[in-house]
Every structure is written in C-alpha cells, then in structure tokens.
C-alpha cells in the first residue's frame, strides 16, 4: 500500500504522519506539496493537522484552493480513502467534502491534552467491536467547534456517519461529535490526532496506529453517479424544446457532466437520453473536461447548410445545429449562451 499525505504551507502535522506510517504501521508513504495536482499511484490520502497557512481568516479557506485539494477532491470523487486531521478536517468541510464547518471554541482558548472519546458503529473498521467502547487520543486546536444544523445532524446520525463522540466535550460541538465519515464511506475526518499515540515508549498508547490501520483498511468505494432530479430534468427539457422551437432548430443537444447525462431534441422535437460513450456526447464530454467546467466559451462552425454552435459553462456544454438559411449565427451564438447561463442557474 502507497499513502499519500497532503504537505501545506505551515503545517506541522506532516513529518509526524510520515514517521508513523513508516515507521509503526509499515506502509508506504510519501509528501505530497501543496503544488502537486495528482496522488501518483496513491491507494489513500491522508491531510495532517498541525495548521496552515491562511488560517488568520478562517481554517482552511485558502488551504482548500491548493492544487493538492483539487487533487484530493478527484481522488475522492473516484471513490479513494481521504483521511482528513485537525486541520484537514477543517480543509475537508471547507472543500465540502464532508458536511459541516468549524467555528471557535467556545472558551476563546485553545484546547490541548488527551481526550476520551465513545466509539460510534459507523463503519465495519470503525466500531466498538474493533476499538472498544471508549479510547483516548489527544487533541490541540482552538478553532475545533464542529457545527451542523439540526437537519443535517438527524441524517448524519441515521447514516451512522459519526464515528466518534467526545465524553467531556471540550470545545462546545454539536452532539459533542469528534470525527465524522462522509456517507459513502471514504472520506473522513477527526480532530483527535491518531499519529500523535502510536508508539508505548513516547505515548503511553499505540490506539493511534490502530486508528490509522482501520482507515488504511478502508476499501476504494465504487463512485455512484449523482442523479438529476426528475423536476430538474424536465424543466432543463422544456427550455431545450422551447429553445429549438423558437430558433427552428434542426437538433439540440446538453451534456450534463455531473450525471454524464446528454440530452438530445430532434426535428420533430423527440427527447432522447442516452450515455456520452460515443458521438455527440463524446464531443461534448471531450470539451467539458478541456473547459474544466470554470471557463465558458464559444465556438460556431459551418459545416455544408448548416452551423454548429457549441458553448462550455460552469455546468454543461451545449451544441445546436441549424440550417443557416433559418437563423442568423449571431444571434444563435447569443441564444445559446442565455441559455447555458440558465441552464447553469437551473441545476444549481
């Protein structure tokens, strides 16, 4: 196994990740600097404690815009194991991997020493029957305050997402909650820090490498395709009809990346849903990922009686073929663009 941790600015936390990967669990591991945007050959990820920089403004709000989080966000996203601490814990919830946010303790002060924790049945790693009913870890932060409102707390508690609670809460968060997992099952985070009780001879406790050894034995989850509501859908079909209707457009096509989902309108007006394996959706993926999604552009073509109008948003791409007799390609080019606009608003 390869771990790959995450090295911010400033952090302090990493240098000990390392040691105690290598040195007590004995796997492999390397640094990652906050530049790098891929984990190469990484089978999990693990962002250490210790602050970074920018956390004058809020914990982890500059850390999350590192090319490394966007690298984190992609490991995730196809289902890899991240392991956020302390402060990566903060990162994950910035970067809206996990639910929730951080807010001051709320002494004012910061808190450090050993804590004990109760043992939730969150995981099949990550349970009583693995760790006991209660463990010790030690804690350091000021700005360790977990919040979520009472909505999201009542799903996370049914989802058995809390994976462990503090006794004596030191820091006022809500159902006293101490590490957290996000509902597919790899991505997590604590605030306790398992690196610092791995070893009897300096800790007193090796529960920390335990810890670290039930996250390593997390297994790579299948991504699950997030699905469009069928609301959504059909007001996204009613604009693409309405728009060729008005146009008089010979087809009509949006690819959906999140769903990876394109939809087709016809001449005669017939919706059609189809995977983006082949074709148009191809094209259209190909173009989505090129973009990244985060810079629209424009591109018409003329192609024999036809033009080709293709346009990249924040959260699809379309493509609209008409014959050039019937409209004018300016104002094509501006419907289009309205209409991914809306479009965008619509699925957000």
């Known amino acids: 196994m390869k771990v790959g941790i995450v090295q911010l600015p400033g952090a302090s936390g990493d240098r000990d990740m390392l040691h105690a990967l290598i040195s007590h669990l004995h796997v492999r591991a390397r640094l990652f600097s906050h530049k790098c945007s891929s984990f190469a050959g990484a089978d999990a990820v693990i962002i250490p404690g210790g602050a970074s920089f920018g956390d004058y403004l809020r914990a982890g709000a500059i850390a999350k815009s590192t ?6 966000k992609e490991f995730a996203a196809n289902g890899g194991p991240v392991l956020g601490i302390g402060n990566g814990f903060q990162v994950l919830c910035e970067a809206s991997l996990l639910p929730g946010a951080f807010t001051e303790n709320n002494s004012r002060e910061h808190h450090y020493g050993n804590q004990t924790l109760t043992v939730e049945d969150s995981t099949k790693n990550f349970n009583k029957n693995r760790l006991g009913d209660n463990i010790s870890l030690p804690v350091s932060h000021r700005f360790g305050r977990y919040w979520v409102d009472d909505k999201k707390l009542d799903s996370m508690q049914s989802n058995n997402q809390i994976m462990f609670r503090y006794v004596n809460n030191p820091n006022g968060s809500v159902g006293d909650i101490a590490a957290i997992r996000n509902a597919e099952q790899n991505v997590f985070g604590m605030m306790p820090h398992p690196e610092a009780a791995v070893e009897e001879s300096v800790h007193n406790t090796t529960i920390g490498a335990r810890i670290l050894s039930a996250f390593l034995k997390q297994p790579r989850v299948e991504p699950q395709r997030p699905q469009l509501d069928p609301a959504v859908q059909g007001e996204v079909e009613k604009m693409l009809i309405h728009c060729a209707s008005e146009m008089t457009l010979d087809s009509i096509h949006a690819y959906l990346p999140q769903q990876e989902l394109l939809l087709s309108i016809n001449g005669q007006r017939t919706m059609q849903s189809s995977e983006p394996d082949e074709g148009i959706g191809a094209y259209l993926h190909k173009l989505y990922a090129q973009s990244s999604g985060e810079n629209p ?17 924040p959260k699809l791409s379309l493509m609209t073929v008409s014959t050039r007799k019937k409209v004018a390609l300016v104002r094509l080019m501006k419907e289009v663009e309205t209409l991914n606009g809306n479009l965008s ?3 957000d």
């Open 345 to 347: 608003k619509l699925l």
């Open 67 to 72: 090319p490394i989080i966007k690298a984190v």
């Open 297 to 313: 552009q424009s591109m018409a073509t003329t192609m024999a009686e036809h033009y080709v109008v293709t346009d990249v948003g």
